[in-house]
């Protein structure tokens, strides 16, 4: 292997992925790409076990420049610019803004993925698409998908939901940063099974600017930036933060973020029984410009999404309104404890 290539990816033994609720996995082999290890807890790596069956096999080859396919003009994720072209039972899907090569045969549960080693943009383009693989072979299954976040305080799990600038991702870290007894479990967006227990995704946590000028400690690992957003693996923010991560936790409570960074502290406020619901449906819904409907197409996988079933297991949950400035004194442990003793059922 050229010295030139970066540390992140190489030559390695077939392994199987999987989500921390293990209902999809994935075989993997080829070339190992080192930022799926940084998704960890999220991501399960393991050893092929022969008593365990793959749905999926993918392939990683190095492939600088792979051929543009001549064929039909598609949309990628994030509306990234593709072309396509299936013959024989394999599609051949082409990024034109990446130069990432796809091939698929959506019949024998195969994908193949050809990139430029040295290219990072690369390498996370097929984390994305190896990750949305897992969803939605997780999603085919009737898992239920949550977009908010997830803590674990004290043993109790809480789903932090809230509109855009609500501030789930702020509250959520300056819990982290108040509490050893605190574990994130999830950013941003969640699994729900059947038994009300919460498993964190796959995914980079994005921490906005305000957010990350509070927390010198992040600043130093903040070198990745989308949409401007710091973009952080999970393992390199709890490592920075020297904060604990979960892979999973039975829901209790549902907070209803809002930020007011002009408050003094941070005010709990139960939410009545008769709480339309709906009022904060929108803020559920599980949603990710990087998912790869083109890839859902193609092996008939439904789209991630929340349904009635996870929406009815929330309605029986503790529900209580968080507003204020978490940067000021706070204690996220007696907010916990608050939302079970006033919250209602």
Known sequence: MSAARPRTLEAAATCQLSTGSG???????????????????????????????SDWQVTIDHCEQPPNPAGQAILLAADEPGSAHTQAGMTQVYNAVTGTHFHVRPAAHRLRICLDPDSERQRIEAVQVIRGLLLGLEAQRGAEFLHGAVLAIDG?????????????????????????????????????DGAGLAYGLPYAVAVAPGTLSRLPELQAVATRWSGGKAMLWPAQLAAAMAAQLARTVKLEQVWLTRLDLDADGVAVRPIPAAIDHSVVSTSLEFSNAMSPRWLYRLAGLPDPAIGVAGRNRLRLL?????????????????VARAGSDGGVR
């Open 318 to 334: 503790d529900w209580v309104e968080v507003t204020g400035n978490p940067w000021r004194a706070w204690d996220p442990v007696e």
């Open 23 to 53: 209902r999809a996995r994935i075989r993997l082999d080829g070339l190992a790409i080192g930022e799926l290890a940084a998704l960890a807890p999220h991501l399960l790596i393991r050893r092929p076990d022969g008593r365990v069956a």
């Open 156 to 192: 109790r799990g809480v789903l932090l939901l809230g509109a855009k600038g609500a501030g789930k991702t702020t509250f959520a870290l300056s819990a982290l940063q108040a509490g050893s007894s605190i574990a994130l479990v999830s950013n941003d967006k969640s699994v729900l």
